[in-house]
Nanobody
């Protein structure tokens, strides 16, 4: 069982930055793919970015490419999402997810483990 805990959300003005963290409780992310998703009110959960732990391969949704960066720490249990140039359209609850897989996974239903979510609100 993998327990994920997100942190780092908050309120920021448009153009600002936030860094989200996703920590695995009690285990490492070795051999896992870790993804970030977001869900705005009334919308479906959408893929944001993913990282393949074992080789640092990353993949981004077009909507965040060039603005967001997914990375991991040098230990084995935390993934970050650095979000720059935020705009109102980035407002959502952000979730991290993990799946024991070597594939980069973009579909939410393919992840078995989810965090509780952290709210990101961007004001104009």
């Amino acid at each position: 069982q993998v327990q994920l805990v997100e942190s780092g959300g908050g309120l920021v003005q448009a153009g600002g930055s936030l860094r989200l963290s996703c920590a695995a409780s009690g285990r490492t992310f070795r051999s896992y793919t870790v993804g970030w998703f977001r869900q705005a009110p009334g919308k479906e959960r959408e893929f944001v970015a993913a990282i393949r732990w074992d080789d640092d391969y990353t993949y981004y949704a077009d909507s965040v490419k060039g603005r967001f960066t997914i990375s991991r720490d040098n230990g084995e249990n935390t993934v970050f999402l650095q979000m720059n140039s935020l705009n109102v359209g980035d407002t959502a609850v952000y979730y991290c997810a993990a799946e024991r897989s070597f594939r980069i996974i973009r579909l939410a239903h393919e992840y078995d483990y989810w965090g509780q979510g952290t709210q990101v609100t961007v004001s104009s």
